[in-house]
């Protein structure tokens, strides 16, 4: 029996050919035409002026947080339930994370409590570099109310949109309602370039700015002269170029993790004490589908059909371990209702891959059937 994972990579012969071609192109190198192409094709894609392809979602957010002036004695809001990389981003800079906690539907930062903090942060003279909210698990931070909180504190929003790529919300697109964004093509992401990132934006200095210390802080000049530190973040052009092959399949695998959502939904609608996390989001991109299980209404806890499923060869994955929890950030600040904490000892994320054929998501909806039948 083979094993079905959370999120594999969903790449086949269109990859395959964009990527040889890209070989024989000779553009073996962290630049070329795929680059430029790529980046092209994800500006028009999200709706914004400039894209800069990069090494890694990280780096882009470390680029992003630069490029809005983050460094030493400044701290970036960001929320407690993310993945690790967010808070990084941030530390790399010299800046302090400020961790807030989530709205309990989606996950996504609470914007009362960052509201709240930004009234604080003021009264206290503390030197706010940016909110940093998460798209999570694809589903788009509250912008509708977060944007006017931070435009009226007068601070920059940096979008997380790692995991969001396809999403919307208002009819905006995921990446694009920062001052700048950050999307990831990690190898589990709803696209995949095996490592890589985007760092987008309509702020034309910001960009040429990410761009110049993505490639070491080289001036334009003919021999290397360098006046700051840079760093290496610029994306392979054989790997752009399996990302323009995933662009072009994009929106048939948000359909299709769409299918299998719309399969767990139905499956649980009958369970009492078991909900989607963000299910009430229609502009989803339905990148990881998430139940968050109230043990005290369903008799029973998400560990427990982890361990059921992990004995059937079947993945599955708490959500992340909030940031005020890690040992990392001990002693880091932090704004709190429990929320985060909440979801992860109750949420469990479920196989949720494109690439999963029928009869692999047959079997996990029937193990999860024997589970629930055993109860
Ligand atoms: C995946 C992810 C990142 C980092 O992206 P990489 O490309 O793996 O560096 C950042 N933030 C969030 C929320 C993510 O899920």
Redesign the pocket.
């Known amino acids: 029996m083979s094993k079905i994972y959370l999120s594999p990579p969903d790449v086949g012969q269109l990859e395959e050919s964009y990527a040889l071609a890209a070989i024989r192109s000779g553009w073996v190198a962290p630049l070329g035409p795929d680059v430029d192409a790529f980046e092209t094709e994800l500006a028009e894609r999200i709706g914004t002026a400039y894209a800069v392809a990069t090494s890694?979602?990280?780096?882009a957010?470390h680029l992003a947080l630069l490029g809005v002036g983050a460094g030493p004695g400044q701290v970036v809001v960001m929320p407690t339930l993310?993945?690790a990389?967010?808070a990084n981003a941030a530390v790399y800079t010299g800046a302090e994370p400020i961790f807030v906690d989530c709205d309990p539907a989606t996950g996504n930062i609470d914007v009362d409590l960052v509201e709240q903090l930004l009234e604080l942060l003021r009264a206290e003279g503390r030197r706010v570099a940016a909110v940093l909210p998460?798209d999570m698990f694809g589903v788009c931070a509250d912008y509708d109310r977060l944007l006017p909180v931070c435009a009226r504190a007068g601070v920059p929003v940096v979008e997380?949109a790692?995991?969001a790529l396809g999403a919307t919300r208002s009819g905006r697109a995921a990446g694009s309602f920062g001052r700048t964004g950050?999307l990831?093509?990690?190898g589990n992401?709803i696209m995949t370039t095996s490592?890589?990132?985007m760092l987008l934006t309509d702020d034309a200095e910001l960009a040429a700015r990410a761009r110049y210390l993505a490639t070491q802080a080289r001036q334009p000049v003919t021999h290397y002269e360098h006046t700051e530190i840079g760093y290496n973040y610029r994306l392979s052009n054989v790997l752009a170029a399996i990302g323009r092959a995933q662009l072009r399949r994009l929106d048939g695998m948000i359909r299709r993790r769409r299918e299998l959502r719309d399969r767990y939904a139905k499956m649980f609608a009958a369970v009492s004490g078991v909900r989607l996390l963000g299910d009430s989001d229609p502009g989803g991109n339905c990148w990881l589908t998430t139940i968050v299980v109230e043990p005290e209404e369903s008799g029973w806890e998400s560990v427990e059909l982890a361990a059921h499923l992990a004995a059937r060869e079947i993945e599955t994955r708490p959500i992340w371990k909030p940031m005020h929890l890690q040992p990392v950030h001990a002693g880091a600040e932090a704004v709190l209702t429990g929320a985060a904490e909440r979801l992860f000892a109750t949420g469990l994320a479920l196989p949720s891959g494109s690439a999963m054929s029928d009869g692999q998501s047959e079997r996990v909806l029937r193990a999860i059937d024997e589970f629930l039948g055993g109860r």
């Not at 890694?56 to 780096?59: I, Q």
């Open positions: 890694s979602g990280t780096a957010l993310t993945f990389a967010t998460v997380d790692a995991e950050v990831s093509f990690n992401k490592g890589g990132g």
